[in-house]
């Protein structure tokens, strides 16, 4: 288990500062720390778990993969996902990125919420997920050392991203509700079962072991 957050490489090019400069002028502090921490978790966890992986497609993955919820990326019919797929896709696609690669940074963003599948797909797709999940609602919370979590809570601060990242949300999609309907199984059990306690996101994160 890492302890050491100096022994994560953040990559470092052209390419990955003008993907910066994107989040920074259409994004907010909430989705930039959001979003590196992302990055962060993702690589600790392919680190230990001796992954191979594209580590610079990861970090721009993770810098874009909340950028459909933002005014300049957000469609009126498109889930927020997909949203921030197309942009990421479209940011590669002028620095010669070969179609593979265009393709995998697409699913890793159009897939970053999507349960019981992304973890399935490649190592990019998976890492970002599980990135995204540790950060918003404490997933594998026993496999990062406490020293990991303070180190990259204090680079890039939480504030009250518990609830700020909910608002958030319901900011970037309230236009169009009808993108939301997600994994509709559940809803299947609920009809022939009532009682059955189904899943909610916010709660979710109120309840992880996030103290904000």
């Given amino acids: ?87 990421v896709r479209q940011f590669l696609s002028t620095y010669n990125y070969e179609k593979g690669d265009l393709q995998l940074a697409w699913d890793s963003i159009a897939l970053h919420t ?16 599980h990135g995204v999940g540790m950060d918003v609602m404490g997933d594998n919370w026993n496999q990062y050392s406490d020293e990991i979590r303070k180190a990259i809570v204090n680079k890039f601060p939480r504030g009250n991203f518990k609830h700020d990242v909910i608002e958030s949300f319901y900011n970037g999609f309230k236009h169009k509700p009808e993108t939301t309907f997600g994994n509709i199984k559940s809803d299947v059990i609920k009809y022939f079962e009532p009682e059955y306690p189904q899943n909610n996101f916010c709660s979710c994160i109120l309840r992880s072991k996030w103290d904000s």
């Fill in 1 to 87: 288990m890492l302890k050491n957050i100096n022994e994560v490489r953040v990559p470092d090019s052209k390419i990955i500062k003008d993907a910066q400069d994107i989040v920074r002028e259409y994004g907010n502090e909430i989705i930039w720390n959001h979003s590196n921490r992302v990055f962060l978790f993702g690589e600790v966890k392919g680190v230990q778990d001796n992954l191979t992986y594209d580590k610079e497609l990861l970090y721009i993955t993770a810098l874009f993969h909340d950028l459909g919820l933002t005014e300049k990326y957000s469609s009126d019919d498109l889930r927020f996902e997909v949203d921030g797929a197309n942009a």
């Fill in 114 to 129: 999507t349960l019981g599948v992304a973890e399935h797909k490649e190592n990019n797709v998976a890492l970002l997920y």
